[in-house]
């Protein structure tokens, strides 16, 4: 199964790609996650894309095309794959089907993770991590001390592109280039529309229902 997870940043794409993943045993692949990792490790991609991502600006297309295009042609998603932050542009879902259709399959579903700006600015300000990889939210999950991982007991920090200044400058760009291609997808029929204001493991459960729907079709 080929799915496409959509929403603003701080939706929840990642937490249910990440779930949905384990239950199915497909990848997930995040090119935020990727884009972080090489800025971590600082190669030169992670260079590149640190300049556009500090700014709350999405990573040109050039760059994002290739690296999705060489993840998905690994041997791990012969049986399918969820694609968490690709594509975000209409210009990369129309190079999505090209590389899909080379493949020979096709897209499931695109489902829409729905959160208002407010809630979107709210979670996102509040957030913390660290560099073990632990995310802690000053409402839904609080460190047992303050700035300190339990993990791994490392001082925890609020990443650049989640200060409240560049979140909103991220939502902006997100209505601009990446809410078009909704209708991209719900013209393409697969688009299905998934509330994401509950608590997630109730949008969990609702995604479950989804794709069980859809193995019934």
């Known amino acids: 199964m080929i799915l496409i997870l959509l929403g603003a940043p701080g939706s929840g794409k990642g937490t249910q790609a990440g779930r949905i993943s384990d239950m199915r045993g497909i990848p997930h692949i995040s090119t935020g ?11 030169e991609l992670g260079r590149k894309a640190k300049e556009y991502i500090d700014k709350g600006l999405l990573v040109p297309d050039k760059v ?43 897209a499931d579903a695109a489902l829409n993770i729905k959160v208002p700006d407010a809630d979107v600015i709210h979670r996102l300000s509040g957030r913390s991590v660290c560099r073990c990889g ?10 047992k001390k303050k700035g300190i991982c339990d ?12 200060k409240q200044e560049t979140v909103r400058k991220r939502l902006k760009e997100y209505h601009e280039k990446t809410s078009p ?19 997630p493991d109730m949008v ?8 069980k729907s859809l193995e019934t079709l």
Do not use: W
């Open 64 to 106: 994002t095309n290739g690296i999705v295009e060489d993840r998905m042609s690994k041997a791990d998603c012969s049986k399918g794959f969820i694609l968490d932050g690709y594509p975000r542009t209409t210009a990369q879902a129309e190079m999505l089907d090209s590389v899909l259709s080379r493949m020979g399959v096709k």
């Open 151 to 162: 993990k791994c007991g490392n001082k925890l920090y609020v990443r650049d592109d989640d």
């Open 33 to 43: 996650d990727i884009f972080r990792k090489n800025v971590k490790e600082g190669t």
């Open 204 to 211: 969990t459960e609702s995604i479950v229902d989804v794709l």
């Open 134 to 143: 632990e995310t802690y939210h000053v409402d839904y999950k609080t460190p």
């Open 181 to 199: 291609i909704i209708d991209y997808y719900r013209k393409a029929g697969i688009l299905i529309d998934i509330d994401g204001i509950p608590l």
